[in-house]
Structures are given as C-alpha cells and as structure tokens.
C-alpha cells in the first residue's frame, strides 16, 4: 500500500502563527513535491526537493528534504487567511517497469487559519 | 507553463452504465500519464500509471478490467469507468509527467479533476 505519512492530520492556527506539517515516507524517495489543494479543487505544485539535506525557500514557506529522503517538511511564517487548504507532500518512487517512476501522495495535512 | 486538461469535469451517470473521462496535455508531450482518485477529504490515491503506447500499470486493488485506461497518444489518456455502481463516485483526478526531464528531475502537472456520481 501506499506509506507515506503527513502529521498532523488537521491544523487550527490562528492568523499570524507559524504552521509546519511533516511528511514521512517508509523507503527512500528520489524525489519529493509539494503540493497545496483548496477545498474543491486541484492539486497545485509549489516546490520539488531532490538533493539529500536540500532546503528552499518561497517567501514565507521553507522546504525541506532529509538527509535520509526519507522525510520532508514545509514551514510556513505568519499565516495568512489565503494560506487555508490541504497541503500533500509526494514522493517519487520507482515504478515496476524500467525508467520509471510514479508519485505516491502523503496523507495530507489540513491546514485552517482563524482571523 | 504546462497544462493539463480533463474532460469532462463532472458527470452523473446511471448504475451500470461506462464513464470515460480524458486526460490531455495541451502544450506538452507526455509519456507518461497517473490516474488518481481522491475521496472527499482524503488523499489522492495512485490507481495506475498510464504509458504512451504500452499497457497500463495498475496499483495493488486496482481492477484492470473495471477501470480501462488507454494512452493513445502523447497527449492523451483515457479513463472508462465500466459498469459504474455508486461506489464508484469519486473526484478522478489526472496528472501528466513532462516529455522531457527539467533540470534533471521530471515535473508533474495535474488535470482539473472529474467528478463522477453514480446515482
């Protein structure tokens, strides 16, 4: 089955508080994605990580890949109200055919901002 | 940037009649194409991994035979939801992976999603 775990599962945070959900994949990844979906629509890329330790910043989000690639995570400063929505990382595995590859989601984490 | 298009976004169809939703890459070769299904806050679940030109490889649970999945061309899959039961709503959601890597690693970009119900 598919393994690989964001916690927490939901977030409340008031406006203005730092958010930070955690991604953990059972094997190694060679890469991970980030992904942001609002409720009622599609996922939406942010960011890829594919280097050992690799981190990146995108104004007030860090990302972040473990040393190990196994596990990942996303920090977000100061939320914001438009920060609200599910927030899924996704690592990339090998598929069962040569050269390929495929993309197994994390649980996600849900992530609501109070004004 | 890459898009990706689905078609159609949502559908109501009948119990025990067949689905089929396409996928297209508008600006991009893809060869490779995934399929996901999310339920209502849920992740999206991997259901098979859809190759230019070759047969499809389907996750463990998926059944090949109920969910057809055709890559024609390398800018389209399909997706047929066969025999549809209400069971089978769901939000389907597709992704195409860039012909070409960038930057040494491949980028996926997602359709819109369908929603189907089967009433």
């Known amino acids: 089955g598919q393994q690989v775990m964001q916690i927490p599962q939901y977030q409340h945070v008031q406006e203005g508080e730092d958010f930070t959900t955690y991604c953990n994949s059972s094997t190694t990844l060679s890469n991970i994605q980030w992904y942001k979906q609002r409720p009622g629509g599609h996922p939406v890329f942010l960011i890829q990580?594919?280097?050992?330790?690799e981190v990146k910043k995108q104004k007030r989000l860090t990302f972040q890949f473990g040393e190990a690639k196994k596990n990942s995570s996303l920090h977000i400063t100061a939320t914001q109200t438009t920060d609200v929505g599910t927030y899924f990382c996704a690592g990339m595995r090998e598929g069962t055919g040569s050269g390929t590859y495929k993309y197994i989601f994390g649980t996600g984490t849900r992530l609501k901002v109070l004004a | 940037g890459a898009v990706v298009s689905q078609h159609p976004s949502w559908v109501i169809c009948k119990s025990g009649t067949s689905v089929k939703i396409e996928c297209r890459s508008l600006d991009f070769q893809a060869t490779t194409m995934f399929w996901y299904r999310q339920f209502p806050k849920q992740s999206l679940m991997l259901m098979a991994t859809s190759n230019e030109g070759s047969k499809a490889t389907y996750e463990q649970g998926v059944e090949k035979d109920k969910f057809l999945i055709n890559h024609a061309s390398l800018t389209l899959s399909t997706l047929t939801v066969t025999s549809a039961h209400p069971e089978d709503s769901s939000f389907y959601i597709c992704?195409?992976?860039?012909?070409?890597?960038?930057?040494?690693?491949?980028?996926?970009?997602f359709g819109p999603g369908t929603r189907l119900t089967v009433t």
């Open positions: 990580l594919v280097k050992s330790g």
């Open positions: 992704s195409a992976r860039a012909h070409r890597p960038s930057g040494g690693t491949y980028e996926q970009y």
